[in-house]
């Protein structure tokens, strides 16, 4: 089964040992490592609450570049050090929030999001600890979200004289209206019931319960084939910005295209013959 390695007492990966995996610097801004087919990525500015550094940022999406492209990879986890998950715009930079200039040779804040949302490989946020401003951005970009219970979060950039601007795009679309203009205007922060409640996050849990969760699901997510789950992710972006028609008519072609695919006819043969699909992991 693929899992995370539940066994560690920090939320820091232990590195892994195969020949392709990603050596990461204890005192490096973000840290990666692969293992039994999880990419987990590590926000690790524990001193700065995490924050969103040009630094952080441009290696955060280094990072989930290199895990979108390793077939090893069945699932990205992305989680922290220290208990704050993330707490926004790095206001001790000259241009705080912008994170990445227009014209720089870095990634942007913008690309981390169009990574974690359009990369082929489910975004799981291991989420321990307080997640605020850009960095509940992050948390709502990811496909699925689990958040330790006594954590906080909340959109306070209007505490700060500014807005909600860019993460919008990725919240809004999980937000209705109401619910959207009580938290972006009033700068509360919430707890994760009450985010799970509003649909920002999927569950909350006791922090000892965040590895035996997020396990949980990468299990799940394991058992779907590669190509159909990044057809998911691709399917949940796209359709609710198409008309109707639309949607019906690219919707047809795209089911025509998976099934006639290696993954789904190997995947309807291993069903017919009541065996796992060649993709799930032996347990």
Same mark, same amino acid.
């Given at each position: ?32 490592? =692969?293992?039994?087919? &999880?990419? %987990?990525? @590590?926000? !690790?500015?524990?001193? /700065?609450?995490?924050? $969103? *550094? ?18 090893? =990879?069945?699932?990205? &986890?992305? %989680?922290? @050090?220290? !208990?704050?998950?993330? /707490?926004?715009?790095? $206001? *001790? ?18 690309? =981390? ?171």
């Amino acid at each position: 089964m693929l899992t995370m390695n539940a066994s560690s007492p920090g939320p820091s990966p232990a590195p892994d040992t195969g020949p392709s995996s990603t050596p990461s610097s204890d005192s490096a801004p973000v840290l990666l490592s =692969v293992q039994d087919g &999880v990419a %987990t990525i @590590t926000l !690790n500015r524990p001193e /700065a609450r995490n924050a $969103l *550094s040009d630094e952080l940022v441009d290696q955060l999406g280094a990072y989930l570049e290199q895990a979108n492209g390793d077939d090893r =990879v069945r699932a990205i &986890v992305l %989680t922290n @050090t220290g !208990n704050t998950f993330c /707490a926004g715009a790095d $206001l *001790s930079s000259s241009k705080p929030g912008v994170a990445g200039q227009p014209g720089q040779e870095t990634r942007t804040f913008i690309d =981390v999001f169009r990574l974690i949302m359009h990369g082929s490989k489910p975004v799981l946020g291991r989420i321990d600890g307080h997640a605020m401003g850009g960095g509940l951005g992050l948390v709502a970009a990811c496909d699925i979200s689990v958040m330790r219970e006594d954590a906080k979060i909340g959109f306070t950039e209007v505490r700060l004289g500014v807005a909600p601007a860019m993460i919008s795009v990725v919240c809004l679309p999980k937000l209705r209206r109401a619910d959207a203009s009580e938290l972006f205007l009033t700068g509360e922060r919430i707890s994760p019931t009450r985010a799970v409640e509003v649909g920002l996050i999927n569950r909350s849990c006791p922090a000892a319960e965040l590895d035996s969760s997020i396990d949980s699901f990468v299990s799940m997510i394991s058992q779907g084939g590669p190509n159909a789950l990044a057809a998911c992710k691709e399917i949940i972006n796209r359709v609710p910005e198409m008309t109707q028609e639309d949607a019906f008519a690219w919707t047809a072609v795209r089911s025509r295209e998976l099934f006639v695919s290696e993954e789904a006819r190997s995947g309807i043969a291993a069903f017919r013959q009541r065996q796992p699909a060649p993709w799930v992991p032996e347990e």
